[in-house]
């Protein structure tokens, strides 16, 4: 058996996120259903982690397991995977891991983007690709909300309910939370240890409705108490985030 | 009456360019459904030129006829046509402008830009968006194809074909044709008084023709002799065209 491991990039716009459903219009099930036409089996994909219903990726991370009959190498599973896949979803690298590898178990860190549009009026090519908010945002207030976010904390007033029990332990790290500015896009880059369901997105929409003078920089600091029980409810859309990258 | 101007952004991917057809499916039949749907009466647009299926525009400019009985400024304009157009197109600026203005007659210049993408695996947020070529290019053989292009020529080895009897006078002066990289974008940018149907793509073809070693660039300077009959066939793919701007 050989273990490979996928480096996947993404246009998040068509499909219904990372994690197959019954329509079948997801990732996964893209990139399942080459894995089967390639090896006439079928053949189970674990990712990093799920991304939702339009978010895009240039770095997610998957891993398989061959066929024990299979001849093929790491370098042929790819050129072989974008053969059969829409170029709206590309394997960008692969390689031969060891057993021991998962996808999701061994990550260390990921870094996710999260991009906002402040132009009068959205370009189209930028359409689906970013949070388009051409009202006034206090930069500073946006900085010091995202200084807040770093470090060690419990993230329980950031995760939307998934419903399916998980992210019970509800305490990340994350080692930069940083705004950076290029022309009319702001651009915030969040690394972290792990982060919850929905989490990079109700930090951004959080982060912005104290930018935007909604709330004061303080609300976001109590939300961070360990003994809180709040939550917010400001979700940025997906359009704007991807998965840079994950790193093991 | 009022004459408008408007200054249009659209991805090209959804339409067959942007000339009304009998399909619909064009830039010009979406914004003349949109300015019907508002006037409550047909109006035309006339713009600055046609773009082919799949070509972009940061910058197409048209103009049309506001109804005599119409009360709205140009920026109202604006604002009904986004209110009514697919997200795919937009209209990014509008101006009153004097009745001998035309969109088509009154040009100055134009400026094109096509983007080459040279990364092994084209990244999906960049499908459609320019041409994957990540075989090898030299550099400095583009360059000297795109400065022969300079000046004042008769361009007709670098025209297609488009049936209607147009183009007949193939002398256009090509102000500046520049290469720029920036990772692993190579950027050609054409400004001149008028390009011929296709002209930038065949331009772009050919002197990507030179730089990949099947031709010497004295190919290019032969196509552009006055006395010449051959033509050029090497037409770039329409996806890493963008019509960038038109000056009045």
Not at 9 to 36: C, H, I, K, N
Not at 187 to 201: E, H, K, P, Q, S
Request: glycine share 8%; proline share 4%.
């Amino acid at each position: 058996m050989m273990r490979i491991k996928l480096t996947i990039a993404y246009d998040g716009r068509p499909f219904e996120g990372w994690q197959s459903q019954p329509s079948g219009r997801t990732v996964q099930d893209q990139m399942e259903a080459a894995l089967e036409r390639i090896a006439k089996k079928r053949i189970s994909l674990h990712a990093s982690g799920r991304t939702d219903t339009g978010v895009h990726a240039l770095g997610q991370v998957a891993h398989f397991d061959a066929p024990a009959n299979s001849s093929m190498d790491a370098a042929a599973w790819m050129r072989a995977l974008n053969a059969h896949l829409p170029r709206t979803i590309r394997v960008m690298a692969s390689e031969g891991v060891a057993d021991d590898f998962h996808a999701r178990f061994s990550v260390i860190k990921k870094t996710y983007r999260y991009e906002i549009d402040t132009s009068e009026v959205l370009r189209p090519l930028r359409a689906g690709l970013a949070w388009h908010h051409p009202q006034v945002i206090d930069r500073d207030l946006l900085r010091e909300s995202l200084v807040l976010f770093q470090g060690e904390h419990d993230f329980a007033a950031f995760a939307a309910n998934r419903g399916d029990g998980k992210d019970l332990e509800t305490v990340r790290t994350i080692h930069e939370a940083r705004l950076a500015e290029h022309g009319e896009t702001l651009a915030l880059t969040y690394t972290g240890n792990g982060f919850l369901y929905r989490m990079v997105r109700l930090l951004t929409g959080s982060a912005m409705r104290c930018a935007t003078g909604g709330e004061p920089v303080r609300w976001i600091a109590n939300l961070l108490e360990p003994a809180g029980t709040a939550h917010s409810s400001h979700c940025a859309p997906a359009d704007g985030l991807t998965l840079v990258s994950v790193d093991y």
